[in-house]
Structures are given as C-alpha cells and as structure tokens.
C-alpha cells in the first residue's frame, strides 16, 4: 500500500461547481498535512496546510480525519483557474511523502 | 526577495555520464529538500539537509545518487553513470525550519538521458 493515496482523477467539472478530492495515508504517527497545487510543467506551490479542527480560505475547504487517516479538500464555486493538479502531502518525522496527485480540469 | 532557484534548467546528457544538479535555497531557510518527478507522476523524496546533514538517505534510488549541501546554503545532487531511467525533473525546495513548515520549490531541473 502506498503511504499516501489519491484518486488521479482527472476530474472535469463546470465552472460554479464543488469539487471535493481525498487523500488516505498509512503511517497514523503522520504530524502535519498540506495540500499544494501544481500547474502543468511547474513546480508544486503550498495551497494550504491542513489543521485537526479543519481550516478554511476563500473558496477552499481543508479537513482532517486523524482516526480514518485521511484529508480532504473542497473547492467551491470553481473557476477556471483552479485547473491544476493537487497533491496531497503528508510529514511523517521530517519525512515529507506526496500523493501522486489529483487532476482537475474546470470548464467554461 | 529571491526564492529558490536551481540550475540548469534543462540538461540532456548521454547514459553513463555524470551530471551535477544545483539548488540555491532561500537565504536563512536550514531545511532543504530533493524531490525527483518523472513525467505525469508523483513526486518522489529523494532526501532532505537540516543544516549541512541529512539525516536519513535511504530515499536516494541507488548509489548513483549522492548529495551534499555546504554553509547550510547551496547544495548538489549528483547522479553517477545516469540511466535513461533517471529521465525526470529534480525539484529542490527549502523551508525555514522542520518539515512540518511550507516549503518553498524551485522551478526545477530538467534531465533527459539519451
């Protein structure tokens, strides 16, 4: 079993949709969890960390499940800028272990 | 201010050579990282320094691999006798402090192994 699994994807939604991807780890000693995005041929930028109580930016939702050992993220009212691949990342004693990642195309 | 920065951007290089790949880590970040991606995956930890050590190597795919970091500023990954398998973009990325602080990437090394 991989030590941080997401779904690929790809997922296409419309514009103003709600999208909402998971990611599942398998060492429960994980600390910390981010989520980042990356752009075609870029490199991955910090999207936001993750906290127990869950956390909130704008339009973008992060949760915590320590007891099923996974995160999630919900981007509402998508845009077409949110077209990206998101990597789930979790830090497991200054080990940082990235999901392969989730495809998002949003369109017009 | 500068981020990180990593050179070459691109190198094609012949099977068997060596190569040396750079990475310029924002000033005063102690923690740096390597990361290896192969086209349409993951990314992969290859290794990371808190200060000039790195504590643990055992992510590095074999013993081509070698890295060091000096001043607790720049650092070289060098991958010996490369393989086309080695094929993939090298991204660095630094952070102020332990793993658990965002990380700041690199755009990236390019390597192509013919």
């Known amino acids: 079993r991989k030590e941080v699994e997401q779904d690929p994807g790809p997922f296409n939604v419309p514009e103003g949709a709600t999208v909402a991807f998971n990611c599942t780890y398998s060492?429960?000693?994980?600390?910390?969890f981010f989520w980042y995005r990356q752009d075609c041929r870029k490199e991955p930028k910090l999207l936001m960390s993750?906290?127990?109580s869950g956390n909130e930016d704008g339009r973008f939702t992060a949760q915590l499940n320590r007891a099923s050992q996974y995160i999630s993220l919900l981007i509402r009212d998508s845009k077409l800028s949110d077209s990206a691949t998101y990597l789930c990342?979790?830090?497991?004693?200054?080990?940082?272990?990235f999901g392969a990642g989730t495809r998002l195309t949003v369109k017009p | 201010g500068a981020g990180v920065s990593q050179s070459p951007s691109n190198k094609v290089t012949e099977k068997g050579k060596d190569v040396e790949l750079r990475c310029d880590p924002i000033?005063?970040?102690?923690?740096l990282y390597w990361y290896r991606q192969r086209l349409g995956q993951g990314l992969e930890f290859l290794i990371y320094?808190?200060?000039?050590?790195?504590?643990?190597k055992s992510g590095l795919p074999s013993d081509r691999f070698s890295a060091e970091r000096t001043g607790e500023s720049v650092s070289t990954l060098t991958i010996q006798r490369t393989q086309q398998e080695d094929s993939a973009v090298y991204l660095c990325?630094?952070?102020?402090?332990?793993?658990?602080?965002?990380?700041?990437f690199g755009p990236g090394t390019r390597l192509t192994v013919l």
């Open positions: 990325a630094s952070s102020p402090g332990l793993a658990a602080d965002t990380q700041y």
């Open positions: 060492n429960s000693a994980s600390q910390s």
């Open positions: 993750v906290y127990s």
């Open positions: 990342v979790v830090n497991t004693m200054n080990d940082m272990r």
């Open positions: 000033s005063g970040h102690t923690a």
């Open positions: 320094f808190q200060g000039n050590s790195a504590p643990d």
